[in-house]
């Protein structure tokens, strides 16, 4: 039986490592190494995607290991990991999605403080009118 502390070091091993997986040299480096060829890793690999159910992915700091542990469990994925150019793509196309991400949100932030500014100047000419007159 597990001891409560021997559970929250296992519950902090299997978080870091899970987000490592959204490292694609990280993946890269695994899949050189063999460990993607070993059965007991690859069934490690399954049991991880405990990960995508909410209690569980709430406590990750990088969500975009995700996708990455679901691609994992496919052997064709894994073999495509040991070219450094296949992990080159990967790392590249979270490059621009985090910038049009970063872009996108920024333009939302504009927008929402440009709308309460209206909102707010809206409330204030009422007011100014009636003095006014």
């Known amino acids: 039986m597990e001891t409560e502390e021997q559970a929250r070091n296992r519950f902090q091993a299997e978080l870091e490592f899970v987000q490592c997986l959204a490292n694609p040299n990280y993946l890269n480096f695994l899949a050189q190494r063999g460990y993607f060829r070993d059965k007991p890793f690859v069934n490690y690999l399954k049991y991880l995607l405990y990960w995508k ?4 992915a709430k406590f ?3 969500p975009h290991c995700l996708p990455m542990l679901e691609l994992l469990q496919y052997e064709h994925f894994r073999k495509e990991l040991v070219n450094a150019q296949c992990a080159k793509f990967i790392d590249e196309q979270q490059l621009l999605h985090w910038q049009h991400y970063a872009r996108k949100r920024t333009r939302l932030q504009q927008a929402l403080v440009e709308q309460q500014q209206q909102q707010a100047l809206q ?3 009422p007011h100014s009118n009636a003095v006014a007159k």
Do not use: G, T, V
């Open 53 to 56: 159910e909410p209690e569980y």
């Open 60 to 62: 990750l700091k990088y």
């Open 123 to 125: 409330q204030q000419l």
